[in-house]
């Protein structure tokens, strides 16, 4: 009695195990994908390479001013080497601890400008949200008129390892923020 139960259970698992698959099966093929080249979608964004000229000369002027602020710093450094042997143990303490507080400082102005939630991160912020929030919009419409259930960026961190150039709805993005694509985007990426 108990081999007759067990291979009825057996056979129950093995349906409900075969339904689950078929089913998970039958909605994965029934889900409809796209994927867009945000980088593409970017180059037809006149504010965009606006706003990214501007980061890069915030960039480049705060990064000549942590630069200036180091140099000092290996500028006292060197100076101390070559004046310590004529130094008193007081002035010593006193030149180093003067290094370690502009180095200090250095830091700390590097990391206000560069580190995680600095200026740079907070400029980047301000000036890149408005434009990546109409840009997600328009691939949120697309998708919406395309009756898409997922669209996925190429540039992203997720792996992308093919896409067919029918489902690339880069274009429609575009045009759909209102500029004009030009030619063919897979002759351009080569």
């Known amino acids: 009695m108990d081999l007759i139960n067990?291979?009825?259970n057996v056979e129950k698992k093995v349906v409900i195990i075969f339904l689950f698959v078929f089913f998970a099966s039958a909605s994965l093929f029934a889900q409809r994908f796209a994927y867009v080249d945000s980088d593409y979608i970017l180059k037809y964004i006149p504010e965009?390479?606006?706003a990214q000229k501007q980061l890069d000369v915030l960039s480049a002027n705060w990064q000549k001013e942590v630069d200036n602020r180091f140099a000092e710093v290996d500028k006292l450094t060197k100076a101390y080497q070559a004046d310590q042997v004529l130094l008193t143990e007081e002035m010593r303490k006193q030149r180093e601890n003067e290094i370690k507080e502009k180095e200090e400082i250095a830091k700390d102005?590097?990391?206000?400008?560069?580190?995680?939630?600095?200026?740079?991160?907070?400029q980047r912020s301000?000036?890149?949200k408005p434009i990546q929030d109409r840009v997600a919009k328009a691939i949120?419409?697309?998708?919406?008129?395309?009756q898409l259930d997922m669209v996925f960026d190429k540039n992203s961190e997720i792996t992308f390892l093919y896409?067919?150039?029918?489902?690339?709805?880069?274009?429609?993005?575009v045009t759909r923020l209102g500029y004009k694509p030009d030619g063919d985007l897979s002759k351009q990426k080569k």
């Open 48 to 50: 965009y390479s606006s």
């Open 109 to 122: 102005y590097q990391r206000l400008k560069f580190g995680f939630e600095g200026d740079l991160f907070k």
């Open 163 to 173: 896409g067919s150039p029918r489902l690339d709805k880069s274009k429609d993005v």
């Open 6 to 8: 067990n291979t009825m």
């Open 140 to 146: 949120q419409a697309m998708a919406d008129a395309l």
């Open 126 to 128: 301000k000036l890149m």
